[in-house]
């Protein structure tokens, strides 16, 4: 195929923490070329693996096989504005969808803080932002269309291919390559943040509050510091207020990112001075309100590379688990530079969601990439699956099949058309069988 490169060239992730040799890498032009690389590929006896732009921690994307590269098959193949839908090719990343979006006069109802991942790869492994009401990526696909292992281009949603279709919204690439998603969107409209330093036994204790008061509250807390910063984003009728364009450098740039690094770097290199530099940058930051459309105000630059792991709990145990993340970084000798992000989601009806069938939270700690982090995380992983948690999966995490299949009431129904369709595995790694099981 005039569309297959191969290499021996080693393929790694964005933050460094997997390697992967795959034995080819293509990067198909159509659908059409796609399916014929699946079916290749299964003839040769290789496994394949999709692979958006590599900001998943985890090996989910992993393969010493054929690694499936979509930097062309992207863009928009079409815009539904009687259903309020848009369709999308499947590698086509969330920076250059939002703002095609924007000049269409549409938005998603909800995103991350980060769009430099692919629809695809976001999608399957369950970003989320967060919300009262509107919930993760995966949830507002209406329809999707992928490649299974016997190289058939299907096509899902909840009239066709129903079961494939629930699964396949988060499906960690597991079930087949998707190669088109249809999302459900709306007209655009206008958020306004409020950013604003809060102490810790405030937010704490008004989490109830500030969750149903507002349709997006997160809050980061400082370790080693009694400090928090919380943002809320609620609608409005505009018009756009953006932070000024030096005030913005300030805050998005020099403080958040390049005066960061340089305090991470400092942290890493001298762990005792990161309490007392805490307890200083968690001052560093103003409060503020500003007014755009949504993507400029859901997402964030995040130029400081670092490790990350993410565990998604039952709403009702959010203010118990942080207190006891607190709890256990004072009274170890951990140094922690990075925040803990706290984020929230409604109950969805995806299997593999991390907020499936129930209220959820998130509890997102991250370490400076370079720095120990292993002690950190497995302390905190201990503490977020004593609440039933369940871990990104696109982000660092130890948990296994076993502990999986009883964290998610609908595993099995997930692992049930994994089975029908890809019985052979050519879309397994290491990684899925992990968290999958054979």
């Known amino acids: 195929m005039s569309d297959t490169t191969k290499t021996s060239s080693a393929w790694h992730n964005w933050a460094g923490t997997v390697t992967a040799r795959p034995a080819r890498a293509v990067t198909p032009s159509s659908v059409e070329e796609l399916a014929e690389t699946v079916r290749r590929a299964a003839a040769d006896g290789l496994r394949v693996k999709p692979v958006g732009t590599g900001h998943s921690f985890t090996a989910v994307a992993a393969t010493d096989g054929v690694h499936v590269r979509p930097d062309l098959l992207t863009g928009i193949r079409d815009i539904d504005r009687e259903a309020g839908t848009v369709t999308v090719e499947a590698g086509t990343p969330l920076k250059r969808l939002n703002v095609a979006l924007a000049r269409e006069g549409l938005s998603l109802t909800n995103m991350g803080d980060i769009m430099e991942q692919t629809v695809a790869g ?10 009262r009401t509107s919930a993760s990526l995966a949830a507002q696909i209406v329809a999707l269309e992928l490649i299974t292992a016997d190289g058939r281009i299907l096509t899902c949603s909840p009239k066709e291919n129903q079961d494939v279709f629930a699964a396949a919204r988060v499906g960690l690439g597991a079930l087949g390559v998707i190669t088109a998603l249809t999302f459900a969107v709306e007209p655009v409209f206008f958020l306004t943040a409020r950013e604003e330093p809060m102490g810790f036994d405030r937010v704490t204790d008004e989490f109830g509050a500030l969750v149903a008061e507002n349709e997006h509250f997160e809050f980061y807390w400082f370790p080693h510091t009694g400090n928090c910063n919380t943002k809320r984003n609620n609608r409005s009728l505009g018009p ?10 300030i805050e998005d740039e020099f403080m958040s990112n ?32 500003y007014t755009d459309i949504p993507y400029k105000v859901y997402t964030s630059p995040r130029r400081v590379r670092f490790v990350e792991m993410e565990y998604a709990i039952p709403r009702e145990a959010t203010v118990a688990a942080l207190r006891e993340v607190r709890a256990m970084i004072e009274r170890s000798p951990l140094k922690i530079s990075f925040p803990v992000e706290v984020r929230t989601a ?53 948990r296994d099949a076993e502990y999986l ?12 058309v994994r089975d029908r369709l890809d ?12 968290v999958l099981g054979d």
Not at 405 to 416: I, L, Q, S, V
Request: glycine share 10%; aromatic share 10%; proline share 8%.
């Open 122 to 131: 976001a999608t399957s492994t369950g970003t989320h932002g967060t919300g």
């Open 405 to 416: 299949a009883a964290a998610y009431p609908r595993f099995a129904e997930f692992t049930a």
């Open 423 to 434: 019985p052979d595995r050519l879309f397994g790694n290491d990684y899925l069988r992990r």
């Open 240 to 249: 756009a207020a953006p932070p000024g364009r030096v005030a913005g450098w």
């Open 346 to 398: 409604p109950a969805d009806d995806i299997p593999l969601s991390t907020a499936s069938g129930r209220e959820t939270s998130y509890l997102a700690v991250h370490m400076y990439k370079g720095a120990p982090y292993r002690g950190y995380f497995s302390a905190v992983e201990r503490i977020m699956t004593a609440h039933g948690g369940r871990p990104h999966w696109g982000k660092m995490h130890t």
């Open 258 to 289: 390049g005066l960061f690094q340089l305090v991470c770097s400092l942290g890493r290199a001298v762990p005792r001075t990161v309490p007392a530099i805490a307890k200083v940058s968690s001052r560093a930051l103003s409060a503020r309100t």
